[in-house]
């Protein structure tokens, strides 16, 4: 459908409703673009609004990025942290052009983001809680450095399902394994799944996050 003209480009699934309806805003990973996640959406339910967004930095030869990712002499891979914070800034500011743009009910955002666009998730929900109702975040974790953190009281409404793969070769696991202890220190509800897989959403990972937002 034709979209807006919104400082991020992206993919539009209207929903049903007449009235506000709830959002998914989807966020890609590293070297993707806003049809990757998009795919899911007509799997999704009718009653939301889906809107996937296209990251800002291009990549050479193809594909964007929330962020630079780095190497240094021994291949140990870095994010460019300021590259990260301007961008969960985009993402807040475009949330709200959304919630204006497609007659979004404000109290009902739910984040979907797979690998670095769940890092970015995580970071846009922690920044600013008062945006976010749910996160769904597949295949990443939570970078301290790139969130502003909020008193504990503004986290109380927020959900949070994260899945791994026990098998990822591009973000391990033992890094994922760690959210749900830094959600617990801030009194937020996670639901944390492992599933037999590599960097990717299988199916029964699929199932399992669809269910979890049925019931939030």
């Not at 296209?54 to 190497?71: D, M, R, S, T, V």
């Not at 240094?72 to 590259?83: E, L, R, V, Y």
């Not at 986290?155 to 394994?177: E, R």
């Amino acid at each position: 459908m034709t979209t807006a003209s919104l400082s991020l480009e992206h993919n539009l699934r209207p929903s049903s409703l007449t009235k506000k309806a709830p959002l998914i805003l989807m966020l890609h990973g590293y070297g993707s673009d806003e049809n990757d996640l998009f795919s899911f959406a007509s799997y999704l339910p009718e009653k939301y609004t889906i809107v996937s967004a296209k990251a800002p930095y291009k990549l050479q030869p193809f594909g964007n990025a929330w962020y630079a990712i780095n190497f240094d002499a021994n291949q140990n891979k870095f994010s460019d942290i300021d590259q990260a914070i301007s961008s969960r800034d985009k993402i807040k500011n475009f949330i709200e052009e959304v919630i204006s743009a497609y007659n979004i009910d404000e109290e009902d955002v739910t984040l979907l983001g797979f690998s670095q666009g769940t890092i970015l998730s995580f970071a846009t929900a922690l920044s600013y809680p008062k945006l976010v109702k749910n996160v769904v975040g597949l295949s990443g974790y939570i970078d301290k450095n790139m969130i502003d953190f909020q008193p504990k009281e503004d986290y109380k409404h927020l959900n949070i399902y994260n899945s791994h793969g026990t098998m990822d070769q591009v973000i391990p696991v033992s890094w994922a394994q760690k959210t749900p202890k830094v959600l617990s220190e801030l009194d937020i509800e996670c639901y944390y799944k492992e599933f037999p897989a590599a960097h990717g959403v299988s199916q029964e990972n699929f199932a399992s996050f669809l269910e979890w937002l049925n019931r939030h």
